[in-house]
């Protein structure tokens, strides 16, 4: 349904969305999906077993197991390049699982427990360290 340039477009803008952290997405049995204006965005491995390649299906509903599918593009190893959309579809699900877990509060936590053991910044390691 989608053309090469509208998918880029439509990967782009979800993924925009997603890193300004105005799009919210879940993890629900090994998939993120996000719901907006009555259209589901479904990222999955497409063997479902959690690696790639993955699949953004776009579907009318607001249920990822029971919508009615628009359209699915499948990701593509490599760098992503401007005019590819499949190349677009690994960093758009990565920055949807940041989202989905929270990644960066995380980092904020972690960090914040070990500065409690010592607030050195920046860290001082190797050679830096006198004996």
């Not at 989202?99 to 860290?123: C, H, R």
């Amino acid at each position: 349904m989608f053309t090469d340039a509208e998918w880029v477009r439509l990967i782009d803008k979800l993924r925009q969305l997603t890193e300004q952290d105005k799009l919210k997405w879940e993890i629900n049995s090994h998939m993120l999906s996000t719901t907006l204006g009555g259209v589901t965005y479904t990222i999955a491995s497409k063997d479902r077993d959690g690696v790639a390649p993955w699949t953004l299906t776009v579907a009318e509903g607001s249920d990822p197991w029971a919508s009615t599918q628009l359209d699915r593009i499948m990701s593509i190893g490599g760098p992503e390049t401007q005019q590819e959309p499949r190349s677009k579809v690994a960093p758009l699900r990565e920055a949807a699982l940041r989202q989905a877990v929270g990644a960066a509060q995380l980092l904020d936590n972690l960090l914040a427990d070990l500065n409690e053991l010592d607030p050195t910044e920046p860290p001082t390691y190797g050679d830096d360290i006198p004996f």
